[in-house]
Each structure stands twice: as C-alpha cells, then as structure tokens.
C-alpha cells in the first residue's frame, strides 16, 4: 500500500485561496448543500480535469483524462457560513480534498456562469480550480425585467422571464404573454426563437419595447449573472435584456 500523504488544514486552506483568486466570482446565497447531495458535477482548464459525485463513489479525471481516480464519497462537511462544503477521501494511494463554494464563479473559457467554485487538492500536487453545479440552475424562477437594450422599464409596464426545470421559458413581454423553451449548455444559453405570443394590442411604445424585448430573447448568444445579482442575457449585435430575480411575495 502506498504512503497516503495530508495536507495540513492551513496549507489547504492557502492554497486554495491562491488559486481560486483569478476566478470570476459574483453574489451567493449561503444555501448548504443537501446532505446527500448526488449526480454533482463539476470541471477545470489548463490543465483540464472534471469531477462527478455520484451515489457513493467520487471521480476524478485529470490530465485531459491521462488519470483516472476513483474514491469512496465520504461525509460533506459544511462550510462556516452554510457557505458551502468539504469533503475529504482516500484510495490506497491518494489522498483528494473536495472544497465547494456556493458563489457564482464563469468558466474561464466560455464565461458560462456556474453555482458554485470548485477546488481539488490531490494528495501534496498543486490545487485544481474550476466551476461546478447545474448553470441552468441559476436561472430557475421568475424574473422582472429592468431593461432593454439599455431603456429602463417604465413605470407601469412590466416583463418577465419565467425559467422552470423542465426547460420551458414564459412570462409576459410588455403587452402579451409568450412561451418557448430553453436550454443551457457548457457553450451559455441557448433560447428557442420560435416563440410562441399571444395577439393582444397594446400601445405603441409597449409594443415597440415588446417587439425588441423578444427579438433579444430569441437570437440570445449568452448569459450572465451581474456582480449585484441581475440576469443580463445578450442577443445580436450586443443588445442585452437586464432582469432581476423576483422576490416570493412581491
């Protein structure tokens, strides 16, 4: 049996501090992981690796998929804060530590954003970074537009973007009610821009600000989640749909 070697909670700590500084990381909500948290997924660049929690074993592929480890998933243990987890676990001849950070952190080259920062310490050997979770969980819920194409929202108009799990997006555009579907890939958001409307009429600057409102929405190129927590989805030629997630009781 081969050695297992620690690293020292201080060390582990430093390091991952030092190479999770350079990732993009936004907002937060200080939800701790359910405890038996599975089908979880997360992965790095340069050098590539990818990690996947699922039932009671934990993988590792590392080196563009050179190394392959796999270990038993051992207990998640939450973070101060609820802030996140750690988990801790051996093979005969390694030792992985497992940190998970509930922030929104873009991966670094595609800029798609992830629930969570992700770093992986194998035995002594430099700290793994990178982003994991479902994106398309960011997403879930309701959101109030505040504007379009950089025009504030009047007063007494309103939109919305409704994103459910089942990969359907609805809500209201200015004046009538709209529904498609949606998909989030490692490449960012991709909307169907076959949406379905309904035919109220409706004033002239609504429907002027309806009609851009849905063209955006159809040839979106990509998404964001903003440092102050607002959604910016960007279509052609730049022109982005700013949307604030709406709040239960509003």
Request: with cysteine.
């Amino acid at each position: 049996m081969v050695a297992q070697r620690s690293v020292h909670p201080d060390l582990l700590a430093s390091l991952i501090a030092v190479t999770l500084a350079g990732c993009a990381a936004t907002g937060g909500d200080g939800t701790p992981p359910p405890a038996g948290n599975t089908n979880y997924t997360a992965r790095g660049n340069e050098p590539g690796w990818s990690l996947a929690m699922s039932g009671d074993r934990l993988t590792l592929i590392t080196g563009y998929g050179e190394r392959r480890i796999v270990a038993p998933l051992a207990r998640k243990d939450v973070l101060a804060g609820g802030t996140g987890y750690r988990i801790v676990t051996r093979t005969d001849a390694h030792e992985l530590r497992v940190q998970v950070r509930r922030r929104v952190c873009r991966d670094n080259m595609s800029g798609v954003p992830y629930p969570d920062i992700v770093a992986v310490i194998v035995d002594q050997e430099r700290p793994l970074a990178g982003c994991g979770g479902a994106p398309e969980s960011l997403l879930h819920g309701t959101w109030t537009v505040e504007s379009v194409d950089g025009e504030a929202v009047e007063e007494k108009a309103r939109a919305t973007l409704d994103f459910r799990p089942d990969g359907r997006l609805g809500g209201r555009a200015f004046c009538n009610s709209y529904s498609t579907g949606y998909t989030v890939t490692g490449e960012g958001l991709r909307i169907n821009g076959n949406i379905a409307v309904t035919r109220m009429a409706c004033p002239g600057p609504l429907m002027r600000q309806e009609k851009l409102f849905l063209d955006i929405l159809g040839a979106a190129t990509s998404h964001d989640i903003r440092p102050d927590g607002a959604l910016a989805i960007t279509g052609a030629g730049g022109k982005a749909i700013v949307a604030r997630k709406t709040v239960t009781g509003d």
